[in-house]
């Protein structure tokens, strides 16, 4: 079984910059598209960004659009970031990373998306 495991969090200033990374024990995101989603207290899991295949453009929530950007390590299969710019109080949260399969790509469901990592906490302070 594959495993992902997130890192990168941790406290930060409304404003600041930060990139999450995300590394996979095997190489699933060869033939997988990498994903980020967020956990908020007291909500539900909510899509963030899903990138696809080398030339595809990735999809974004309406809420980070401009401000974070999902990339991967073209010479590395099982690494895959989320830089984020700007954060806001409201992206305090526990960021997952996950994955789903092609013929997925588009859905923002999170039943859509697995295997998952165990989250990494990213608390912004006003």
């Known amino acids: 079984q594959v495993h992902l495991v997130e890192s990168g969090g941790g406290f930060v200033q409304a404003g600041d910059s930060v990139r999450l990374s995300c590394v996979a024990s095997g190489r699933i995101f060869s033939d997988t598209l990498p994903a980020w989603f967020r956990q908020a207290p007291g909500k539900e899991r909510e899509f963030v960004a899903v990138?696809?295949?080398?030339?595809?453009?990735?999809?974004y929530a309406d809420s980070v659009k401009g401000r974070f950007t999902i990339s991967r390590d073209d010479a590395n299969d099982t690494v895959v970031y989320l830089q984020k710019n700007n954060l806001k109080p409201t992206g305090t949260a526990l960021y997952y990373c996950?994955?789903?399969?092609?013929?997925?790509?588009?859905?923002?469901?999170?039943?859509?998306?697995?295997?998952w990592g165990q989250g990494n906490q990213v608390t912004v302070s006003s």
């Open positions: 990138i696809g295949w080398r030339d595809a453009t990735p999809l």
């Open positions: 996950t994955a789903t399969s092609v013929s997925e790509f588009g859905s923002t469901s999170a039943r859509d998306f697995g295997p």
